[in-house]
């Protein structure tokens, strides 16, 4: 059974920093994918970051330059370093994970990926 776990999550000002961690598990597929998206209140889940295993990266326009995802193989552990953080940031942000390589520019949509953990807090204030 694959099981995504985040940590890293917290408050942080404007302009700070917070490094999000996510670790799988049980998971077996040569060819995957990993997410992160993030859901703002009274918004829609939106993707902000996604890496396969080929190495591609895509980012959301929003966080282009600021953020940076990266993955370590032997650990099963993808990681969102996030840096000049904005309120607008603010959002619950979930790992996701999925058995496919990314063919186009852009963040999957949330449908492609199968595994959701259960999201870890991100609050920044002005």
């Known amino acids: 059974q694959v099981q995504l776990a985040e940590s890293g999550g917290g408050s942080v000002q404007s302009g700070g920093s917070l490094r999000l961690s996510c670790r799988g598990s049980g998971y077996t597929y040569r060819n995957y994918c990993w997410g992160w998206f993030r859901q703002a209140p009274g918004k829609e889940r939106e993707g902000v970051a996604a890496?396969?295993?080929?190495?591609?990266?895509n980012y959301a326009d929003a966080v282009k330059g600021r953020f940076t995802i990266s993955q370590d193989n032997a650990k099963n552990t993808v990681t969102l370093q996030m840096n000049s953080l904005k309120p607008e940031d603010t959002a619950m942000y979930y790992c996701?994970?999925?058995?496919?390589?990314?063919?186009?520019?852009?963040?999957?949509?949330?449908?492609?990926?199968?595994?959701w953990g259960q999201g870890t807090q991100v609050t920044v204030s002005s």
């Open positions: 890496i396969d295993s080929d190495g591609t990266i």
């Open positions: 996701a994970a999925g058995p496919f390589l990314m063919i186009r520019v852009g963040v999957p949509e949330s449908t492609a990926f199968g595994y």
